[in-house]
């Protein structure tokens, strides 16, 4: 084999390896080719990625061969795991936001009676994912707190407002084809927009 076909295959082997890859490994890949003509390879391509100003380098780390992203990239990559986790939500999640969208502004009493479940944990982590926010209090007894969604909720879903959700027909149309979110009865089929949050 010629180095020009070696060497897209040294790449695919190790882009495809989550961990490092030894030499005597990579070569056992190839037959009738010396190690030391892979190990040269290596270098190669080792100081191609590093003059090429690519987002990732070929490293000797832990006894083998392994593809990292650049030091100085960690800010970026950092931020795009932030948003993959924001982007994450369990079932109950998902339930309580869609609650929140239809009924706002709710309780968490509310939440609960609709999902028939303990709503605490679920709302913390959709405030600290800035989907939904504290709107003000309900004036009853204990004056319980109110909660709304935010203009994340709505960068989350793309919608550009409150009125560019769902409809509660074609949330049933959805929940026939596949397993039904929640339960669709117990919300209201319009959005109560009167009492909503201005900065919402």
């Known amino acids: 084999m010629e180095d020009h076909e070696i060497k897209p295959i040294l790449e695919a082997l190790l882009f495809v390896s989550s961990e490092p890859i030894t030499l005597d490994r990579l070569h056992g890949v190839f037959d009738g080719v010396d190690k030391a ?14 003059l090429s100003n690519r987002g990732f380098h070929l490293v000797k780390v832990a006894g083998g061969y392994q593809f990292v992203t650049r030091s100085d990239l960690a800010p970026w990559i950092k931020e795009m795991e932030r948003t993959r986790a924001a982007a ?7 339930e309580t936001l869609a609650i929140i969208a239809y009924k706002q502004p709710v309780t968490r009493a509310e939440i609960e009676m609709i999902r028939g479940v303990d709503a605490a944990g679920v709302l913390k982590t959709l405030l600290d994912r800035k989907l939904v926010k504290i709107v003000g209090r309900k004036e009853v007894p204990g004056r319980p707190m109110l909660y709304g969604t935010t203009r994340t909720f709505l960068k989350y879903l793309g919608l550009s407002d409150l009125s560019a959700l769902p409809t509660m027909k074609e949330f049933q149309e959805l929940a026939e084809e596949e397993s039904p979110m929640l339960p669709l009865k117990e919300l209201s089929p319009q959005i109560e927009t009167g009492d909503q949050d201005p900065g919402l």
């Open 88 to 94: 994450r939500l369990s079932k109950p999640g998902l």
């Open 37 to 50: 003509r892979i190990s040269a390879l290596l270098d190669q391509l080792e100081q191609e990625f590093m």
